[in-house]
């Protein structure tokens, strides 16, 4: 029975995009609200781009990932794609319009032709939202609050403990680079890499080895630094590292890391901050810093949930990825015709994720803001329910009636109780005569 | 010198397509939360449904406008399109989870490969926002409330004096029934009736005779009656019309534009509406009474300034087209596997259009909510910045500081006034001895 109403329903919609009903759309609005409350508490201003771009903004932004691309048909005129993410068009945006500094946030969906995974919020069409910090200015300060406005997000919507970690592309580039792996293969490795929060080392080893070339010597090494965690005493132990040293790319991150830890400390936040050197992010345009953060109790309840549906088992390792981000110093320079670059810091708030979090904790809900429902408790009161309705919304207030020239008494008081509208107002002859309303309070039937 | 930096613009984003900028963000902003109160106001949910869908949804549903949709690439999977309005998919949502009565409103955007008319606010991929209410209700109560919404959406914003045209659908059919129209040619008759805004009677008459193959007798009697405007009175005086009147179909229209102006009445806002026999909708999927709001001022103004860029003189004559809608009672049920029907009515407010006003009304706009400025008097105080800001931002307090360790003076004041900042907390040595924080007003200097 089930089976054929899924079936009956998804012979509609596309695979992997859904619609929100309106109680969705509530908690989608309250967890919104949230987000764009910190965004603006931080300065930050608010743009919009289109949802697709020409397909060559595009191209050789996205790595290994660049298959899952959205393209449009060729009918006649430009070639375009759906945007992948916000990160790219807003460094367009930049360089399109010369602008050498600005903190905005950007709330809109992106398009990834991805295996849906939809119990788990995993979709191919998907909001993202967005921070970001553009401009040249003195190091980790921009950094540092993109970690704080995580920290401020995560405990707002209250969705049990997190973990926030961080690592910097030129930790992982000398450290591959010490490790002996050929500079072309960097990227690659690092793709790999990425991997281990849902593979296993051991797999990871494998595809280093086997797939990408690389020697089993070098992968053991990398496997060792890989396994690491700590705070800013890992970072000052890693500058006296005797291979890890060598590296300037690395001793810049390690100092780097060490001075976030700093202001980071400052705003009260590194209970919740990691440095690991597992953390590598897929993807290409990351120049510095990276981050992201994980739900450290809430993965349990939904990985069950997804146990029935998802036979895929890889995926159920990888739970609660919640936000990421980093600096990408280099990604407006692409756009720029004559390269000038501006350097960027951000986070991306993993808002579907959040949103099926809220789904499964959400109880009764409220759809509407309706206060005040207008009735009647005689029949051939129509037009005065106009008259009177037309008056509360000209006085601001939210109100309904039914749309029935006789509806029951009854009904409109059931129609309330479902709906949660506080107060009805019943006209009825004696009333009209009186020129008077009798006004009730739904809940406990005390006329006023 | 403009020339130049346009055609460089142009070169990274797609034909007819824009970013919003900070500034048109704020103003989007401020007009969303205006209708949005509205919609609320009168008891709506939202829903959202993905951008795009399978493309057989969308076929047979826009008449001659389908040549306007766009299609996904064929990227292996299902053959995709980009939604073309919200009211299809809204249909699409209604059938696909059996809902037979909601009041909904539904704000996203829609894409269109159309001429884009920019600096008139016609892009190709544009807002809509729509409010619809489905269900089998009582005659023209629902339909009254769309035309009330629209009265006070266009009040409230405030964008010059407006007219609501009305007409419906079955008293088009019968005026063609009744002039001689042959029955395959009603809908495409109807759609160059349609076009009496943007056209004068000739060339529409012309379009009807060479292009349709309508006899020019025919033609002459619709030109009659299209040239017909009033109110409840013409509807009476056409109900007694000898050839109208034989028409069953468009009784029944006349009497339903009667019983409207009867509820619009109650609502006090006949003094906008214009019952208007030449008022035809593009779309195929209307069935009752349908509408269209236009400004008739503010249209100069914008015709104008596109004079320059467009050279197409037939959209000019055009302006002002600001709100539509309509009943259409079988879309639904195209969607049911047992045609199951679901009465719908609503109306689209035709927002880009209402952007392009308000931002060539808008002066000085504050594009962020930052209360208060956190600076620094002299040098090597980033850390003391730091620590308070973060106790502010903890405190719900919208506030910002200069990503630099050692700002001037100066320059932080003068971000305050450039970005409209009323407030600044000046920290400096001797305050941090005694333990206080200077706090300035930045407008008048006063401290406190």
Tied chains: 1, 2.
Excluded at 30 to 39: A, D, G
Excluded at 335 to 345: L, Y
Aim: with cysteine.
């Amino acid at each position: 029975c089930i089976r054929t109403r899924q079936t009956q329903r998804f012979n509609f919609m596309s695979h992997g995009t859904r619609d929100y009903n309106p109680k969705q759309m509530a908690i989608r609005e309250k967890v919104f609200n949230t987000i764009i409350r910190c965004f603006k508490r931080h300065g930050a201003e608010t743009i919009d781009t289109p949802v697709f771009e020409l397909k060559e903004t595009l191209t050789g932004k996205y790595g290994e990932d660049s298959k899952l691309i959205y393209d449009l048909k060729d009918q006649g005129g430009e070639l375009l794609s759906l945007r992948y993410d916000l990160t790219v068009p807003f460094a367009r945006y930049l360089a399109m319009n010369k602008i050498t500094n600005i903190k905005r946030y950007h709330i809109a969906k992106v398009y990834r032709r991805d295996n849906p995974a939809m119990t788990r919020g995993r979709y191919r069409e998907f909001y993202q939202c967005d921070f970001d910090i553009a401009g040249q200015y003195d190091a980790m300060i921009p950094d540092a609050e993109c970690l704080k406005i995580v920290h401020e997000i995560l405990n707002e919507l209250d969705l049990g403990d997190f973990r926030i970690k961080v690592n910097d592309r030129r930790i992982l580039d000398g450290m591959f680079a010490v490790c002996g792996v050929p500079d072309d293969k960097f990227r690659t490795i690092c793709s790999t890499v990425d991997k281990l929060d849902k593979m296993s080392w051991e797999d990871v080893k494998k595809e280093m080895v086997n797939e990408k070339g690389l020697s089993e010597e070098a992968a053991d090494q990398i496997g060792e630094y890989v396994s690491m965690q700590g705070g800013m005493d890992l970072a000052e132990r890693l500058l006296q590292d005797h291979k890890m040293s060598q590296s300037k790319q690395a001793c810049a991150g390690l100092s780097d890391i060490k001075l976030l830890f700093k202001y980071l400390q400052l705003f009260h936040v590194t209970d919740k901050v990691v440095f690991d050197l597992s953390l590598a992010r897929g993807l290409d345009y990351y120049t510095g810093v990276i981050y992201e953060a994980v739900l450290t109790q809430a993965g349990t309840v939904s990985a069950a949930n997804e146990a029935q549906n998802d036979t895929n088992a890889e995926e159920s390792v990888s739970v609660g990825s919640v936000a990421g981000g980093g600096r990408y110093d280099g990604l407006v320079g692409m756009f720029d015709p004559k390269g000038r670059r501006v350097p960027c810091v951000g986070v991306s708030i993993g808002i579907e994720r959040i949103f099926s979090i809220m789904e499964q904790k959400a109880e009764k809900v409220r759809t509407t803001e309706v206060q005040i429902m207008v009735a009647s408790a005689q029949k051939n009161l129509l037009e005065e329910r106009l008259q009177l309705i037309s008056e509360l919304w000209n006085a601001g207030i939210k109100a309904e009636l039914m749309y029935k020239k006789n509806p029951k008494l009854l009904s409109q008081l059931q129609y309330c109780e479902e709906a949660g509208i506080p107060l009805v107002a019943i006209l009825g002859e004696q009333e009209l005569k009186d020129g008077v309303v009798k006004l009730r309070v739904v809940a406990t039937r005390e006329e006023v």
